[in-house]
């Protein structure tokens, strides 16, 4: 490197109605709240409640038919026992469902947590809204919505 910085984003083409329409992705649309809102106010408008995963548990968060398909392959590469796995349809209903997957002799970081959700499929909207709270410092940045 010679030690001249060039910034990447200097020229940036983006109009600011791109970038408007681009932030909307920063926006889980099925929960309807914006990545930093504070989870326990937006669950009691709700009438729902927050889930923070235990040191050793994945949630993972799966929107349709083909998600939960999906889903279930990735376990089979991951060897994942069914006996860890703990289904449950969202508050959406079905084929909304929630997977808590409780691992044995393991606790995660949040960084591990996010990854390996991500890796079995959970989705990926709340997967980067996840990483996101984490990499602006939001405590437990991993959550469920439960009635």
Partial sequence: MNGNFEDPFADDPMTPGERAELNKGMRDQDDEYNFDEVAEE?????????????????QIDLDTEAAWNNFKLRCEEFDIPKKWCEVNPSASGLP????????????FTEGERIAFQSALGSDPVRERLNAMRMFFGIKNPSRLFEK
Avoid at 96 to 107: E, F, G, L
Wanted: charged share 30%; hydrophobic share 30%.
């Fill in 42 to 58: 937006v669950a009691k408008k709700r009438g729902l409640r927050v889930v923070y995963p235990q040191d050793n548990q994945l």
């Fill in 96 to 107: 909304h469902r929630h997977v808590y997957i409780t691992v044995p002799d393991r606790s």
